[in-house]
């Protein structure tokens, strides 16, 4: 079984100020990780994965995120908000194998506020 | 170009009526799902086929039946639409299981 909890629902920063957003997971088998974003009436765009290569993962737009094996965490970090960075964020785990191999389960987002 | 695109974007219909969303990508990919994102923007995975094989079936209503032509195309079609149906449905796609998906955006679903 897997799961993915999203520690919160909704996260305010200012402009500038560094972005911190927090998931943990729960999986059976070495995990896939992964951070969507969306913006309004659009679909999710991937930000970056994690498939259990260097654990700082760089993805686009200036986030990264480091996977942490002993905390099972995965925090979705930028070291300056922008305002267009504004949009719900999805972490999501995808099982290596068992009967849920390829099967995504997404966290319940977190909306980040930016304010200029 | 799109990569993944659905058409219609929206659909409003009335309760019992039958409907199809269409999905189509243009990436080469040989996999495809297909997502529900309710009202409170939680997203759950319907169905999944890799080579035109399904792979995934969670615990969906017979109402709710996928067909993929092709490795490129993966339709869903809805029976007798109930209250509940409405929400946003998304098609995605990835080179295989496991991988990076990629997503369409969204098909809006209003049932009278």
């Known amino acids: 079984a897997q799961s993915v909890t999203q520690l919160d629902s909704h996260v305010s920063v200012s402009e500038g100020t560094p972005v911190l957003l927090r998931c943990n997971y729960s999986?059976?088998?070495?995990?896939?990780l992964f951070w969507y974003v969306q913006h309004p009436n659009k679909g999710l765009q991937l930000l970056l994965k994690y498939t259990s290569a260097a654990t700082l993962v760089k993805g686009i737009n200036g986030f990264e995120a480091e996977f942490k094996k002993s905390e099972t965490s995965f925090h979705l970090t930028k070291p300056s908000a922008h305002m267009s960075d504004a949009a719900e964020y999805f972490c999501v785990v995808s099982n290596a194998g068992g009967t849920s191999y390829g099967k995504l389960t997404f966290g319940q987002g977190t909306i980040l506020t930016v304010h200029p | 170009d799109t990569a993944v695109s659905q058409t219609p974007k929206y659909l409003v219909t009335q309760m019992g009526n039958d409907k199809s969303i269409k999905c189509e990508q243009n990436l080469g990919h040989d996999t495809m799902y297909w997502y529900k994102q309710d009202s409170k923007k939680f997203l759950k995975i319907m169905f999944s086929y890799n080579n035109k094989e399904l792979i995934i079936n969670e615990t969906v209503p017979n109402r709710f039946s996928p067909k993929s032509p092709d490795k490129a195309h993966l339709n869903l079609h809805i029976n007798s639409l109930e209250l509940g149906d409405s929400a946003v449905y998304f098609c995605?796609?990835?080179?295989?299981?496991?991988?990076?998906?990629?997503f369409g955006d969204g098909t809006r679903l209003s049932i009278l």
């Open positions: 999986s059976s088998y070495s995990p896939s």
């Open positions: 995605a796609s990835s080179q295989g299981p496991n991988q990076p998906q990629h």
